[in-house]
T-cell receptor
Framework: NAGVTQTPKFRILKIGQSMTLQCTQD?????MYWYRQDPGMGLKLIYY???????DKGEVPNGYNVSRSTTEDFPLRLELAAPSQTSVYFC?????????????FGNGTRLTVT | KQEVTQIPAALSVPEGENLVLNCSFT??????LQWFRQDPGKGLTSLLL?????REQTSGRLNASLDKSSGRSTLYIAASQPGDSATYLC???????????FGTGTRLKVLA
């Protein structure tokens, strides 16, 4: 049981480049989330999804896009990378119908934009 | 606005002390609340999940309580050990949107 898998683990981008952070879960969770964590700070919600085909903005969505074509996958797209997007990105999933399950996290992607 | 606050931001205690970490949230209509541990440079480990209908949860030396009416949760750590040193984060899933909003965390250091 792999849980939540994120790729890549590390990435360096130049300003203006774009990339997709991959996230997949094998727990059949309906909810999936993308967070960013800046040094010494808590987690800020970027986007979340309540199921395939449904996504919504979180606290800090500017500069990012998401899609949810399947229950398992929730990729995060960065267009025109900026230094302010240097951060650690975490994907998470949960089951929130009836009695909810704990929020499960991937191991994170450390992104540097220079 | 739905917000989650954690106090104190940092805490340093001698080994063996019992301690309490606090989490406050602005909207009492919540789905659940979860406590996490994060070691430096690492991901998040789930410690305890409290459903909206529950008042507390216990796991080993950890006890988490929930008071929705006052918008507060506490994490009690008994007989602290140096291995407990980490950042502790609380996250609240607010009803209606089911967004998990995180507090900024409490950085705990237990001195041997």
């Amino acid at each position: 049981n792999a849980g939540v898998t994120q790729t890549p683990k590390f990435r360096i981008l130049k300003i203006g480049q774009s990339m997709t952070l991959q996230c997949t879960q094998d727990m059949n969770h309906n909810y999936m989330y993308w967070y960013r964590q800046d040094p010494g700070m808590g987690l800020k919600l970027i986007y979340y999804s309540v199921g395939a085909g449904i996504t919504d903005k979180g606290e800090v969505p500017n500069g990012y896009n998401v899609s949810r074509s399947t229950t398992e996958d929730f990729p995060l797209r960065l267009e025109l990378a900026a230094p302010s997007q240097t951060s650690v990105y975490f994907c998470a999933s949960s089951y929130l119908t009836g009695v909810s399950s704990p929020l499960h996290f991937g191991n994170g992607t450390r992104l540097t934009v220079t | 606005k739905q917000e989650v606050t954690q106090i104190p931001a940092a805490l340093s205690v001698p080994e063996g002390e019992n301690l309490v970490l606090n989490c406050s949230f602005t909207d009492s209509a919540i789905y659940n609340l979860q406590w996490f541990r994060q070691d430096p440079g690492k991901g998040l480990t789930s410690l305890l999940l409290i459903q909206s209908s529950q008042r507390e949860q216990t796991s080993g030396r950890l006890n988490a309580s929930l008071d929705k009416s006052s918008g507060r949760s506490t994490l009690y750590i008994a007989a602290s050990q140096p291995g407990d040193s980490a950042t502790y984060l609380c996250a609240v899933a607010f009803s209606g949107t089911y967004k998990y909003i995180f507090g900024t965390g409490t950085r705990l250091k237990v001195l041997a």
